[in-house]
């Protein structure tokens, strides 16, 4: 049997999703103002857009998927893969030091 929500119910999910589209519109501004950034060292700019990426990706996740509302299995399957995520991120950010892996010999 289908459920019957009021037309304020609807009204408060369709603002929600409104203000996490905002949100979404928000981020992708900041990003692409973070890219005109003056900064030396690409390690860190590369640190901030994915920071921004996984905010976003949080508020899809959540809210357009509808996880944050799931039990905790889905908690532990949505930790597990951001774990994972963010040692990713980090194999990125450190294989970024020249210093870190194995230098191929120098040109002659």
Do not use: C
């Given at each position: ?59 899809v996740?959540?809210w ?16 597990a ?28």
């Amino acid at each position: 049997m289908s459920e019957h929500h009021s037309p304020a119910e609807f009204q408060k999910h369709l603002l929600r999703y409104k203000l996490v589209f905002g949100a979404l519109i928000v981020g992708t501004i900041i990003t692409v103002a973070a890219s005109y950034l003056k900064i030396d060292s690409v390690a860190v700019t590369v640190a901030i857009a994915l920071f921004i990426a996984t905010v976003k990706g949080f508020l899809v996740a959540g809210w357009f998927m509808h996880l944050i509302s799931e039990k905790k299995m889905i908690y532990g399957i949505l930790v597990a893969t951001a774990f994972f995520a963010v040692a990713l991120m980090f194999l990125i950010i450190w294989s970024m030091n020249h210093s870190s892996l194995v230098q191929l010999p120098a040109a002659q």
